[in-house]
């Protein structure tokens, strides 16, 4: 068990680069913020439940001081010896602060047509609302929240350079705003006429015939991770779609995603080659997309570190990886663009890759491309082998140049 904090303790705690959390007494945290302020939180597991929750106290203030949150955090902790969840508004959903709402949508945890959401989207909910939105709004009243508050919390976001952060928060607080508005929890959604903040920015990153050619003959630390990248870019799946794959999704040389596994909630094919079906060992993978994603990016930075022809690094290899930054997902555009070159539609490119269809074409066009996806696939893989021997060099021709 933790050291237990007293009041004098929790004032002289210091500020640090990345936020921090230190136990105060049974349940209670103190968050402390690299900006300096420091959040109480009440931490619980419900009777017979597995999984740990965070509830937040509010702000430490003159207000809501030591005494305050101590007594707070008993009067919960008997709640939920009883068996009731204090995160839980005990009448109809009626919920008062802005941490409720989100609480509450996150207990839910269904879209607008009510179908369960994602793990992934729901930590992107969780991220986005524990590292910007709960400390700047999360114990104001929901019916109280206007632009005025919610406009400098943005702008904070976009000046620590974040612009891509700025736009997750704005269209992550907007659904949960739609959301208390859907159960008459506010009467208007105040972001409804607000622009988007910030921008998502779009990466162009495409490896060249040569880059192709170092990637698949580098050692790597990880050689499952190896594996698995080596499959995003000879088949063009998502990342965690190919680090979640099973011997129970293959037949033969196809692999049927289930909708469960996928981006768009629909189904999908994927062709696998002779090469691509020999990466597969094993019924599954036992490390995760998150793994995958770490194992590349040292070994790019080992390349920066320790240039070409450099002594090992003493204790052990540093596998580095020599080829400009990039992540997994530009593998995925790697071979969209390099299936451009080589002369299939945009409409092709997005069945293999599992994109979702749009407008009229969804609605009518009910063709499931077999013949394409094989088709497609093995092109593609012919163009890699050729890459593997050095019969092709130079960059993969980009996807708009492509088509025109």
Not at 88 to 103: G, S, W
Not at 223 to 233: F, G, Q, S, T, W
Request: charged share 30%; net charge positive; hydrophobic share 40%.
């Amino acid at each position: 068990m933790a050291k237990t904090l007293t009041a004098l303790g929790v004032e002289r705690l210091s500020v640090k680069s990345k936020l921090y959390t230190r136990r105060v007494a049974e349940n209670l945290y103190i968050k402390v913020m690299p900006t300096g302020k420091k959040f109480w939180l009440f931490r619980y597991v419900m009777p017979g439940g597995l999984k740990g929750r965070n509830l937040s106290l509010g702000e430490l203030t003159e207000a809501n001081n030591f005494k305050t949150a101590t007594a707070k955090a008993e009067e919960y902790r008997l709640k939920v010896k009883d068996g009731i969840d204090p995160a839980i508004p005990e009448k109809n959903d009626d919920c008062h602060t802005l941490q409720d709402v989100y609480d509450l949508f996150m207990k839910k945890g269904v879209d607008r047509a009510g179908n369960p959401l994602r793990e992934s989207t729901l930590k992107s909910y969780y991220w986005a609302f524990e590292k910007d939105i709960l400390p700047a709004l999360g114990d104001m009243e929901v019916t109280d929240i206007r632009k005025k508050h919610i406009l400098p919390m943005l702008e904070a976001i976009e000046e620590r350079g974040a612009p891509n952060q700025a736009n997750q928060v704005y269209r992550r607080l907007q659904r949960v705003l739609s959301f208390a508005a859907a159960r008459d929890l506010i009467e208007f959604n105040p972001m409804a006429t607000m622009e988007p903040a910030g921008k998502t920015q779009s990466r162009d990153r495409v490896l060249t015939a040569e880059e192709i050619k170092t990637f698949m003959a580098w050692t790597s630390r990880s050689e499952e991770a190896h594996r698995i990248l080596k499959l995003v870019l000879l088949t063009g799946a998502r990342p965690g779609e190919v680090a979640g794959i099973t011997s129970k999704e293959i037949s033969g040389s196809w692999w049927k995603i289930p909708a469960a596994r996928t981006k768009t909630g629909n189904e999908h094919l994927v062709y696998l080659t002779t090469e691509a079906k020999a990466l597969l060992k094993g019924d599954s993978f036992t490390i995760s997309r998150h793994v995958v994603d770490r194992c590349l990016a040292r070994a790019l930075k080992s390349a920066v570190d320790f240039p070409e022809g450099s002594p090992r690094r003493k204790g052990g290899q540093h596998y580095p990886l020599y080829i400009d930054k990039f992540v997994p997902h530009d593998l995925r555009r790697t071979m969209a663009t390099g299936l451009a070159a080589l002369g299939f539609s945009d409409e092709i490119i997005d069945v293999v890759q599992g994109r979702q269809k749009r407008g009229v074409v969804a609605v009518y066009n009910r063709h499931d491309y077999i013949a394409e996806r094989k088709r497609a696939a093995l092109a593609w893989n012919r163009r890699v082998q050729q890459i593997i021997a050095g019969e092709v060099a130079g960059k993969v021709v980009n996807i708009r140049r492509a088509s025109a």
